[in-house]
């Protein structure tokens, strides 16, 4: 599907893709009702709406929203679009579907980034600040048999995602992996990566991870 992406507004990569795969393989009921959170370009909600899902797309980015909804138009796909935190629905919405590439990529900078295109992969030194929000709220999203898929960095650590969703009580399993070539914010941040212990000297990859959660 192509979509309009204005500069500013985050360029689906090898995460959305890996994650648009996954999304192919689930079994989905006309009409389910799904969230994207952290939405961007709409990829992830268009693909969902364009299989007969009732899409809410979030985004702190209002240049973000406003694509999403262009691009919805341009392929007439309904979709909804709300400015919200990442991880705050309104109270009493619950989903079939929860879809997330939420920012995982560690950054020196602690606390969040500021307003401006690094929102979209900064997470704070360990690359889990919305990931460990997302664990701790995303479950109470979902409907009874609602279903999580989630993608990730292996920098940030995707086996304490698992260990959190698993502990707020949802049937938890890595669905895909995949190894790509680092782009170029990891690129800049490879010698601090090495610094720090994360990647092993003169490593310049990555593996992606889909995470899916069900809620029983």
């Known amino acids: 599907m192509l979509l309009l ?8 990569q090898g995460d ?12 989905l009921r006309p009409g389910a009702r799904c969230l994207d959170i952290g939405t961007g370009s ?6 969902a709406a364009r299989r007969g899902c009732r ?11 406003a694509t999403a909804w262009l691009n919805a138009h341009l392929h007439g796909l309904p979709l909804r ?4 935190d990442l991880t705050a ?5 619950r989903y079939d579907l929860v879809l997330s590439n939420p920012p995982y990529v560690p950054a020196p900078r602690p606390g969040p980034p500021p307003p401006g295109p ?5 997470a704070g030194p360990d690359g889990r600040l919305l990931l460990d929000r997302l664990c701790r709220r995303v479950p109470a999203l979902l409907a009874p048999g609602g279903v999580l898929l989630l993608v990730q960095s292996s920098l940030a650590r995707p086996e304490a995602t698992v260990r959190q969703l698993r502990a707020a009580g949802l049937r938890t399993a890595v669905a895909a992996r995949r190894r790509q070539e680092f782009g170029p914010v990891m690129t800049a941040r490879a010698p601090w990566f090495e610094q720090i212990g994360l990647i092993e000297p003169g490593v310049r990859t990555e593996e992606l991870v889909v995470i899916r959660g069900v809620r029983d």
Do not use: M
């Open 5 to 12: 992406r204005p500069p500013g507004v985050y360029a689906a």
């Open 16 to 27: 959305t893709a890996l994650l648009l795969d996954v999304l192919g393989r689930e079994p």
């Open 42 to 47: 709409g990829a992830l909600a268009l693909a």
């Open 55 to 65: 899409v809410t797309a979030v985004d702190l980015s209002r240049l973000s929203l």
């Open 81 to 84: 679009v709300r400015h919200r």
């Open 89 to 93: 629905p309104a109270p009493g919405d």
């Open 118 to 122: 690094a929102r979209a992969w900064d």
